[in-house]
Structure formats: C-alpha cells, structure tokens
C-alpha cells in the first residue's frame, strides 16, 4: 500500500474508532439495561483499535521507508 493509502485507511479507521468508542461509552451508561451486549460491543471496539494500531504501525513503516 502506498503511503496515500495507509493514510485514508487510517482516517477511516480513526472514524470507525470514534464511534466504536462511543458505542461503548452509550452502553456503559444505560447500564445495567443491556448489558447483555457488552461482550459484543467491546469485542467490536477491540476489533476496530486493534485494526487502527496496525494501520498507525504500517503507515509509520511506509514514511520511514520513503524517507
């Protein structure tokens, strides 16, 4: 992936974060309604985090490698 590429991936993975971040706060504080869904929706923020620090390691790799 060029360094163009690791950066809109990035963007939209930070925006994807953003709501998955907000998605579990919402839930923390209806709680205890739903808690049901706590394993769903943290295992969804872990997903896209985990997936947005690869993409932050990459698009470094990618800038040090072009510098």
Do not use: C, G, Y
Not at 20 to 35: G, Q, R, V
Not at 52 to 64: I, P
């Amino acid at each position: 992936m060029s360094v163009e590429e690791l950066e809109a991936k990035v963007k939209k993975l930070s925006m994807r974060s953003t709501t998955a971040k907000m998605n579990l706060h919402d839930l923390s504080e209806e709680l205890p309604t739903d808690w049901e869904k706590i394993p769903e929706v943290a295992a969804q923020t872990f997903e896209v985090f985990s997936e947005l620090a690869a993409a932050r390691k990459a698009l470094k790799d990618a800038r040090k490698a072009t510098a």
